[in-house]
């Protein structure tokens, strides 16, 4: 399986430091792209290189060269990891330029992607080797390294809590109540809002459950679809001992309808909260009845082991 | 989007799966003229995009004239899970011997299309005993494995052929349209042993509709869900009398979530995205302006990227032009936060520091 820690951190160097890695961004002349290229740079995410069709020779900021497609930005920079701006319509062309071009980390934005076409790309990448976050993610942080994201900074701190979520501003809410509590973020992971994502929960805890410097994690989940199910049964199988906190979003939302995620609606009993909520129970993880709690019951649990 | 009843037995046809003769109408007069056309005794059916009409009564048999004129306006005037009736649609009865399920879903965690079928169909899918559920990749489901799911609910023989027949034209409908799901329940055996789709429900990928014209006569959206659509933002409306804005799904859920738990009832769910700007809460706020049986605003918003001032200043310019007269009980969380209580001070907006205490304040308003 491919490692998420290594290719966004790469290895420790003779002082035990990790490295930046290096970072393209495709769509990185829109509006939303430059935007968060700026303020990527401003964290300190190495990003070497942009991708705009039409555009290539010309530089960002007169200091990052734009290419023409991923294939030249790899064979010009050797990055591993690329994050998509591209308008929905065009994703499914960006990701097979980065999956056919050596990217090993591909970080989805881009909310709307037909169900068909992010399938297709996850498929791409399972060949390839590749890891695919999103579509429709904020993106991943590991804070005081590296953000590839559209996530504000503010909320992160560097720490040893993973947390997983399929919301963008409740993993912003959620990791900022955890920062003042004083658990710092070892990773935090948008798995986004659709209803098929290119890492599921499942697929998320399993790349960060290994690493030594890991002590919790913290699942936020909300109604649609069952990977909080799957998770659960999967942290039931695997027997993983260390701390887990849930909070699941739309406890009281009406069935049949899509609260603002694609993947966010109930139909029949699949994806409803309870189901989620008494899975978490079987798999001995409090869920937390508003994003609040969540610091406390984690204090909780760390207290308690 | 989710198609109504009538709607998705349109797809049935047009993919050459067999339904019972039926039309449907929005208007009495029409429907005078769709009885007449189709002949006594069908059954009137109510479209709404939620199950359970059934349970509700909004599915009547209807024998004379005397009963249409007496049941067909209730039909219409009528609401299912504060769902109010969309059409009308008058069926002939079908000589029922059995009544079997059949659907095909996408499957999220699988990420492929997965077959649902069963020997006893009619109730809703939670109810649906004996499943035999088959994944079956992203392509057209082959005979071969409709034959084995045929097998596993006991068809054969001819019963077997125009199930294989009717799974693989569903299995067209599915991929061509970009369904999530595509269901037939009841799938009955008449008592002539022919096989017949009686309802059918078909959900497609809202994402997919820029490839998909032929659908958009489908697409059904109340004027405001229309606005909210074109603004960017999500809007689903309820019943209740508390706006709940909010940026981000998951954030408004929980805050929605929230004032259920406190007693609230919410006249909306709108999520202004990720990404709010003064000109889309403003946006937001004429949207609610124009919801009569609103009493109260409740905002719960993270600035994160955004700034809570620019937030701020689309609620004094609504106040400047006098877009609401509601009280809004908010809580701005993040950059510039306290910039923004002090622009809001001697305005009809009250701050909160925790999104509880909001709650609080904008259900007991509500329920004043």
């Known amino acids: 399986m491919t490692d998420i820690y290594e290719i966004l951190r790469g290895k420790k160097d003779a002082d035990g430091n990790y490295q930046k890695q290096p970072v393209i961004v495709q769509g990185i002349t829109g509006k939303y792209g430059s935007t968060h290229t700026k303020l990527m740079l401003d964290y300190g995410t190495n990003i070497v290189a942009g991708v705009t069709p039409g555009k290539g020779g010309q530089k960002f900021e007169d200091k990052i060269p734009i290419y023409e497609s991923v294939k030249d930005a790899v064979e010009a920079t050797g990055a591993e990891i690329s994050i998509v701006f591209v308008p929905a319509k065009f994703f499914l062309n960006a990701a097979k330029d980065a999956l056919n071009s050596g990217i090993k980390l591909l970080v989805a934005i881009p909310e709307h992607v037909p169900i068909r076409d992010a399938m297709e790309a996850i498929e791409l990448a399972k060949q390839k080797d590749a890891v695919m976050i999103g579509p429709n993610t904020p993106g991943v942080i590991v804070p005081g390294l590296i953000k590839v994201g559209i996530m504000p900074a503010s909320p992160f701190s560097s720490g040893k809590v993973a947390v997983l979520s399929k919301s963008g501003t409740l993993l912003y809410e959620i990791s900022n109540n955890l920062t003042s509590a004083g658990f710092g973020q070892n990773i935090t992971i948008g798995i986004g809002g659709d209803p098929v994502n290119g890492t599921r929960m499942i697929d998320a805890f399993d790349m960060v459950k290994d690493d030594p410097e890991l002590e919790a994690m913290v699942v936020v989940g909300e109604i649609g679809g069952d990977s909080e199910e799957i998770l659960a049964q999967h942290i039931i199988d695997t027997g993983f001992k260390k701390p887990i906190v849930g909070y699941i979003a739309g406890r009281q939302a009406p069935k049949e309808k899509r609260m603002g995620h694609a993947g966010a609606i109930v139909m029949g009993t699949y994806g409803s909260a309870e189901s989620k909520i008494s899975m978490f129970a079987k798999a001995n993880i409090p869920v937390a009845k508003r994003p609040g709690e969540v610091a406390v019951l984690l204090a909780g649990k760390m207290g308690s082991q | ?368």
Do not use: W
Not at chain 2, 47 to 62: E, F, H, L, T
Not at chain 2, 76 to 89: C, F, H, P, Q, V
């Open chain 2, 1 to 368: 989007m989710r198609l109504l009843e009538y709607q998705a037995k349109e797809l049935f046809k047009e993919f050459g799966i067999r339904t019972p003769p039926s039309i449907s109408s929005t208007d009495i007069e029409k429907g005078r003229k769709d009885a007449k056309e189709l002949g006594y005794p069908f059954v009137i059916k109510v479209q709404v995009p939620v199950g359970g009409r059934g349970k509700a009564g909004g599915i009547q048999k209807c024998n004379s004239d005397d009963e249409f004129e007496l049941k067909y306006p209730q039909l219409l005037n009528m609401s299912i899970k504060g769902e109010k009736t969309r059409a009308i649609l008058l069926e002939k009865m079908a000589d029922i011997e059995k009544e079997l399920y059949l659907s095909l879903f996408l499957n999220r965690s699988k990420r492929c299309y997965t077959i649902i079928a069963s020997s006893e169909g009619g109730v809703e899918i939670e109810s649906v005993k004996n499943q035999t559920i088959r994944e079956v990749g992203l392509g057209d489901v082959d005979a071969q494995t409709a034959k084995e799911v045929a097998n596993e609910i006991g068809l054969k023989d001819s019963q077997e052929e125009q199930f294989v027949e009717m799974l693989q034209k569903l299995s067209k409908l599915t991929i061509e349209k970009e369904a999530e799901l595509a269901e037939i329940n009841p799938l009955a055996i008449l008592k002539d042993g022919t096989l017949m789709a009686l309802d059918g429900k078909v959900m497609t990928d809202d994402n997919s509709n820029f490839r998909h014209e032929e659908l958009q006569k489908y697409q059904e959206k109340s004027e405001l869900e229309e606005q909210a659509e074109k603004s960017g933002f999500s809007l689903v409306e309820l019943d209740g009398n508390i706006a709940v804005i909010g940026n981000g799904a998951g954030l408004v859920m929980s805050t929605f979530d929230l004032v259920t738990d406190n007693g609230g009832k919410p006249a909306t769910f709108l999520d202004v995205g990720g990404g709010a700007t003064t000109e889309s809460v403003y946006e937001a706020l004429t949207l609610i302006s124009k919801m009569k049986r609103v009493k109260g605003i409740l905002v719960n918003l993270y600035g994160g990227i955004v700034k809570t001032t620019t937030v701020a200043e689309a609620f004094i310019q609504a106040y400047n032009n006098n877009l609401i007269d509601l009280p809004v009980f908010a809580r701005l969380m993040g950059t510039e936060s306290d910039k923004a209580k002090e622009m809001l001070k001697d305005t009809k907006t009250k701050m909160f520091d925790s999104i509880e205490e909001a709650i609080n304040g904008v259900v007991m308003e509500a329920n004043k």
